[in-house]
């Protein structure tokens, strides 16, 4: 079992920054990938990004692309969404999830999720 644990919501103004964290515990070592994933009020669930635990692959939404920063504390076992030029759009709560058997970017094929946590990006 994997437990995950978001943190680092809030609400903000339109082109500021905001940083997510998801500490992972339990078994660790069996994770392959992590996602970060989210869902606007109305709105189903979709992408955010999605990179390789133990190595550097990345994808990123087309959205957040050039917006969004990954990075990482092995030590803590905690990765960080960094969000910079917010924007309304934004507005959602950021799940995180792991994926213990192949890298995807679908979220039906991730095992373990987080609470969420709520981002909110004032116009």
């Known amino acids: 079992q994997v437990q995950l644990v978001e943190s680092g919501g809030g609400l903000v103004q339109a082109g500021e920054s905001l940083r997510l964290s998801c500490a992972a515990s339990?078994?660790?070592?069996?994770?392959?990938?992590m996602g970060w994933f989210r869902q606007a009020p109305g709105k189903e669930r979709e992408f955010v990004v999605a990179f390789r635990w133990g190595g550097s692959s990345t994808w990123f939404a087309d959205s957040v692309k050039g917006r969004f920063t990954i990075s990482r504390d092995n030590a803590k076992n905690t990765v960080y969404l960094q969000m910079n030029s917010l924007k309304p759009a934004d507005t959602a709560v950021y799940y995180c999830a792991a994926d213990i058997t192949r890298g995807t970017t679908l979220q039906s094929e991730y095992d373990y999720w987080g609470q969420g946590t709520q981002v909110t990006v004032s116009s």
């Open positions: 339990g078994r660790t070592s069996s994770i392959y990938y």
